[in-house]
């Protein structure tokens, strides 16, 4: 079954309804299938094939969602960068990738176009906008292309996306998807989130992030799709009262934002029944007073890029003034969904008891195939069937999941994932540092925020300043540090490790989770 065979259902059953608004723009599901089409038979007009990589660099937007479907109608695999990262990020992604094709939005082809002689297999660089130096245009190439529908013989082993996520060597990892496990991800979040008929769902995060695995399984209801590109409180909460929004998907820190807003009583948000969050958990607190001004409409999803959804602490589950036990469990990660075998395992892969801490790993359809043209990664991570997640956690005898950190030291910032080696590596180029260590420590609105600790060579200085600089001209603005502390020496172990547990410690201390 591929993943176009899974979306069609609410095209068929719902060709006059809106299917994706931006703006000003709307598209019915009639007309947007057109438009699909179009861009199917765009690609193959310019000599692309099927299994091709094609890259997308959008912020959300009605081109960026025909990209994300018509790549995946067209039996090729959609390959999204990250409109945050910096042309040189670009450039590795793409290489990496092999990608054949870039569609971009109009304000990141100066930067695309500096680092042109660079891209080593890109043959088409396409804008939505007006063409940019010898670019092409990407209106006027749907424009030519016809409004039939091209059938792609697409297998469910077929590759459909490849996603870029970090490891603790900084270098990317590519992960590569196939129709079947995007579509059971499709078909199990519509069961696990209960998705309705009746849904109007709101996109504030970007779809080429994590927020895009709410499309296909709305796409299958024949449900309307909105898509807002920036973060402006008054205007989401504008759209929601207006178009009647039931369900958004969000990260922690825009509840937070939500929260915050003294105007948010102005507004009627009765319409909204779904909120499911993800990428990093929400502070006890915080979330008690979420469920009181917004009732029970809170869903928890926990996954990795190579498995998108693990577990989930379900509407139900979100519990104000419960039981210690149900209070305690608003701080965990929720339950497996289904067809999800979660396991926490030691060192040797041995099952631990309830309430022991050891790695997580999971068996699900929703696993990743394989990291791009990395078998050694692949067979350190898939072992066996399972998934080796590098998160660190326990379950209890309810089956509740609760992660306590992360053996990879990954931080999340506002949704974003940060590897500190990349940020370190970044750092070492500053003439006068010896060594540097960088960890996440707790940001209300954020989550977590980046820190660097680090030591200087003798007799040489460095500002905090100019150290945040430096990472800003070279990363994503997300993975600057926001603060720099300058130590005489890092606390190491007998075999010269730096310790960042204990780095940490004094940040984390009395945190319900340390992640």
Not at 64 to 73: F, H, N, Q, R, S
Not at 259 to 275: E, G, I, K, Q, V
Not at 350 to 371: A, C, F, H, Q, R
Not at 442 to 452: H, I, R
């Amino acid at each position: 079954m591929d993943m176009w065979s899974i979306m069609k259902r609410g095209f068929m059953y719902r060709p006059e309804r809106d299917c994706v608004i931006f703006g000003e723009q709307r598209a019915t599901y009639r007309e947007f299938e057109k438009r699909l089409n179009r861009f199917v038979n765009m690609l193959y007009g310019l000599g692309l094939e099927k299994g091709d990589r094609v890259s997308v660099l959008s912020e959300n937007s009605m081109t960026a969602t025909e990209a994300m479907i018509g790549v995946e109608k067209s039996g090729m695999v959609w390959a999204p960068l990250n409109f945050r990262h910096v042309p040189a990020e670009h450039v590795y992604h793409l290489n990496d990738a092999g990608s054949k094709a870039l569609i971009m939005q109009q304000q990141f082809a100066e930067g695309i176009a500096s680092v042109r002689d660079e891209l080593e297999t890109v043959e088409h660089l396409i804008v939505d906008g007006e063409g940019f130096g010898g670019m092409d245009s990407y209106e006027d190439l749907m424009a030519r292309a016809s409004e039939r529908a091209t059938l792609v013989d697409i297998a469910e082993e077929d590759p459909v996306a490849l996603m870029y996520t970090s490891g603790t060597t900084g270098k990317a990892k590519g992960v590569l998807h196939t129709h079947k496990s995007f579509g059971a991800l499709a078909t199990f979040s519509a069961i696990e989130l209960g998705v309705q008929a009746d849904d109007v769902v709101l996109y504030v995060a970007p779809i080429n992030h994590g927020a895009g695995i709410l499309l296909p399984p709305h796409l299958m209801m024949g449900v309307p799709n909105i898509l807002i590109a920036h973060l402006d409180v008054d205007y989401i909460l504008d759209v929601i009262q207006k178009e009647g929004v039931t369900t958004m998907w969000l990260a922690p820190t825009i509840i937070y934002f939500l929260l915050a807003y003294p105007n948010r009583t102005n507004f009627d948000l009765s319409s909204l029944r779904s909120l499911p969050y993800s990428s990093a958990p929400i502070a006890v607190e915080k979330l008690k007073e979420a469920l009181d001004i917004f009732g029970d409409v809170f869903a928890q999803a926990y996954g990795l890029v190579e498995c998108p959804v693990i577990t989930m602490l379900a509407r139900e589950d979100h519990v104000v003034g419960g039981s210690e036990e149900q209070t305690r469990r608003l701080g965990s990660a929720g339950r497996e969904i289904m067809y999800t075998r979660v396991r926490v395992v030691d060192e040797d892969g041995n099952d631990l008891p309830s309430g022991e801490t050891g790695e997580i790993i999971v068996n699900s359809p929703l696993v990743m195939k394989e990291y791009w043209n990395n078998p050694e990664a692949t067979a350190e991570t898939i072992r066996g069937g399972w998934l080796y997640t590098g998160d660190v956690g326990y379950l209890d005898e309810g089956g509740y999941l609760f992660i306590a950190d992360r053996l990879k030291d990954m931080i999340i910032t506002g949704g974003y994932n940060v590897y500190p080696k990349e940020v370190e590596n970044v750092i070492f180029k500053h003439e006068a540092v010896f060594e540097a260590a960088v960890i996440g420590v707790p940001d209300e609105t954020w989550g977590e925020s980046v820190k660097a600790f680090i030591a200087l060579k003798p007799g040489m200085q460095a500002t905090e300043e100019e150290i945040i600089a430096l990472c800003r001209d070279n990363l994503a603005s997300y993975k600057k540090p926001k603060s720099v502390e300058f130590v005489d020496a890092l606390p190491k172990n007998m075999a010269g490790k730096i310790l960042k547990t204990e780095l940490r410690a004094p940040y984390w201390e009395g945190k319900e989770r340390q992640v």
